[in-house]
């Protein structure tokens, strides 16, 4: 085998890796993009549950701050 054959098959080689290397990243890419959307969609419902249970504390007249403390102390 000469140079020049050489030098095309490593070329080959690196053609390769480099398109997996690329469907790999647009893979992760799509994975972060669907967590990013599963992610927001919880802080919206956490931040919803708050609201509500401040509200049910609110309408119960109860401070969290009253409440005796647990049985341990």
Known sequence: ??????????????EVKLTFIDDTVQALATADAGLSQRI??????LRELRGELSTMRIAQADDPHD???????
Do not use: F, I, K, V
Request: hydrophobic share 30%; net charge negative.
């Open 40 to 45: 927001a969609g919880l802080e919206r419902a």
């Open 1 to 14: 085998m000469n140079t020049s054959d050489s030098l095309m098959q490593r070329l080959d080689e690196m």
């Open 67 to 73: 409440e005796p403390p647990p049985p341990h102390y």
